[in-house]
């Protein structure tokens, strides 16, 4: 547990997101609750998925390792995040914070890619239903998904060994509620110039790649949407892409607003404000929008109710 100074690091202070107790008090009742609502809805569809034949297909194969990624991304900070509300010490371990970065920000990178294959899946779906089985079958569902998972947890290795090829100031403290790579940087006292515009060379091709497919995905489902004969079918294709392209913004804008920029322009009260929304909301709002307004799901649900009645 060194940096390349030499200088031994054994342990890192969360400031957390406030300091006013009462207000503590209340974030942690309301974390907590949504935190059970990410757990809940996304072990639903975990369960739904696999028990009812009916969704055993690829869309629901990759919806199904989407809920799982959200509730291992959310369970990587949020249970931290809520001891820390109610403990007066809020010292994390050199250790357990570069665990919690590389698992965090591998899991971030997986949702980035992940998110991109579902749009993919579903512009092959809409745009070239004939050739859907073909193009998106069981073998190519699962190679993508290992690959989505392995690129994850190897593009992380990149990223946090960069971070941690500093020279840290006598400052430990770390203004946040979790332990990011900017944080990190900002507690380095040299000049990161290099090191930043690497990270940042890397962050904007994980993240801008994604985005672009989707972008381009979603426009080339838009002018298909807008070809069909039922104003009924264009309103429904029209509102199912409108929450999803609602998911995505969220995501990708505020992983960009937190990753994509330098130190100079880091505000410590902004960027917790927007870590919760990629680390908390986006888990919470996933299976909301992307699965339990299916049609498909809710007559699995609604299965689900009648088989436990007596």
Same mark, same amino acid.
């Given at each position: ?25 209340? /974030? ?29 297909? !690829? ?19 949020? =249970? ?20 919690? @970065? ?6 971030? *990178? ?18 070239? !239903? ?11 569902? /699962? ?9 994850? &947890? ?18 430990? *403290? ?8 900017? *944080? ?15 990270? &940042? ?8 790649? =994604? ?16 070809? @069909? ?8 294709? &029209? ?28 505000? =410590?009260?902004?960027?917790? @404000? ?5 680390? /908390?909301?986006? !888990? ?25 009645? !007596?």
């Amino acid at each position: 547990m060194f940096w390349r100074n030499n200088s031994v690091v054994t342990e890192f202070i969360l400031l957390g997101i406030t300091t006013q107790p009462k207000t503590q008090v209340i /974030i942690f009742g309301v974390v907590l609750i949504v935190y059970f609502i990410i757990l809940f809805a996304n072990s639903l569809i975990i369960f739904l998925t696999i028990t009812n034949a009916s969704l055993h297909k !690829p869309m629901y194969f990759f919806l199904t390792n989407l809920s799982f990624l959200d509730i291992c991304y959310s369970s990587s900070t949020v =249970p931290r995040m809520l001891k820390d509300l109610m403990s007066a010490k809020k010292t994390i371990s050199f250790t357990e914070c570069t665990i919690q @970065m590389y698992i965090s920000f591998s899991l971030g *990178e997986i949702e980035c890619i992940l998110l991109a294959i579902m749009a993919y899946d579903r512009y092959i779906a809409i745009c070239y !239903p004939l050739h859907y089985s073909t193009i998106i079958n069981w073998s190519t569902c /699962i190679k993508m998904a290992a690959g989505v998972w392995i690129c994850g &947890f190897l593009l992380s290795i990149f990223h946090v060994a960069l971070t941690l090829n500093g020279v840290l100031c006598e400052n430990n *403290e770390i203004n946040h509620f979790v332990c990011e790579i900017p *944080e990190i940087l900002s507690l380095q006292c040299e000049n990161l110039f290099l090191i930043e515009l690497t990270i &940042f060379l890397v962050g904007a091709i994980i993240l801008m790649t =994604p985005v672009t497919l989707i972008g381009v995905s979603y426009a080339k489902i838009i002018l298909t949407i807008l070809k @069909m004969t039922s104003s009924a079918g264009q309103r429904k294709a &029209f509102s199912t892409c409108g929450s999803h392209m609602i998911v995505v913004i969220i995501y990708y804008g505020s992983c960009m607003a937190s990753y994509m920029k330098p130190r100079s322009h880091s505000s =410590p009260g902004t960027d917790k @404000m927007i870590a919760i929304f990629y680390l /908390i909301v986006t !888990p919470m709002l996933n299976p909301l929008i992307y699965s339990l307004r299916n049609k498909d799901i809710k007559v699995a649900m609604k299965n689900l109710r009648v088989s436990k009645k !007596p």
